[in-house]
């Protein structure tokens, strides 16, 4: 399926994370303030975000994927989106920037749902087909099972997102139904539910010579 895991440092101790043990409590507090992949560091967003992040954003076609996402996107928006990430007490969420540049590219992170954890992502439009969302993806998976003891990690794509549904794939995801989510800007939409069980993770991550 053309699985890869790139090397990614997780700047809270300068070293790859170490695999959790299983547990039964499922906690998903995740503390890592910086990951680095190959191409991207990927941070907290801050204030410093806000006109490239509202440039990105205020796109339809994007938030038309997404679930939380308003359209028209402004400051205020952007603004409100800053002050949820720093709230949050589970889950992560990342900007996602150019390593070398800090060009602010899009958002990712793990969040937490009625399922449990979440892989979710989104790049703006001028970035699109150069891998940025697999790579993030890929981190942000080895980050769940390694930082939490969560047996199993949830993503899911709208059905007519072919580009998401490739990147969920690449993650080692497996299908597991379809369902329907709550969109700001396109209302209530089907969409293709994925799972990825620890054991298989660790099984894939096997496979990966570095």
């Not at 303030?33 to 490239?52: C, K, S």
């Not at 199993?152 to 497996?174: D, E």
Request: aromatic content about 10%.
């Amino acid at each position: 399926m053309g699985f890869h895991l790139p090397f990614f440092l997780c700047l809270e101790d300068f070293q790859m994370v170490a695999e959790a043990e299983d547990s039964e409590d499922e906690s998903y507090a995740i503390d890592c303030p910086v990951l680095v992949t190959e191409r991207l560091v990927m941070r907290a967003p801050h204030e410093g975000d806000i006109a490239q992040l509202v440039e990105l954003a205020d796109n339809r076609h994007v938030a038309e994927m997404l679930a939380r996402m308003p359209h028209p996107y402004g400051e205020a928006e952007a603004r409100s989106f800053l002050a949820m990430t720093k709230s949050r007490r589970a889950g992560i969420a990342y900007a996602l920037t150019l390593a070398g540049t800090d060009t602010f590219v899009g958002c990712a992170g793990l969040n937490t749902t009625d399922r449990g954890l979440e892989l979710g992502y989104w790049i703006g439009e001028p970035y699109w087909k150069k891998g940025y969302a697999t790579e993030a993806a890929h981190a942000l998976v080895d980050l769940a099972f390694q930082r939490t003891s969560i047996q199993v990690l949830h993503a899911s794509t709208r059905v007519i997102n072919p580009a998401s549904r490739r990147v969920i794939h690449k993650c080692g995801f497996q299908y597991a139904g379809q369902g329907m989510l709550n969109s700001i800007v396109a209302g209530q939409v089907p969409v293709e539910r994925y799972r990825l069980d620890r054991k298989t993770w660790t099984s894939l991550r096997n496979w990966v010579h570095f």
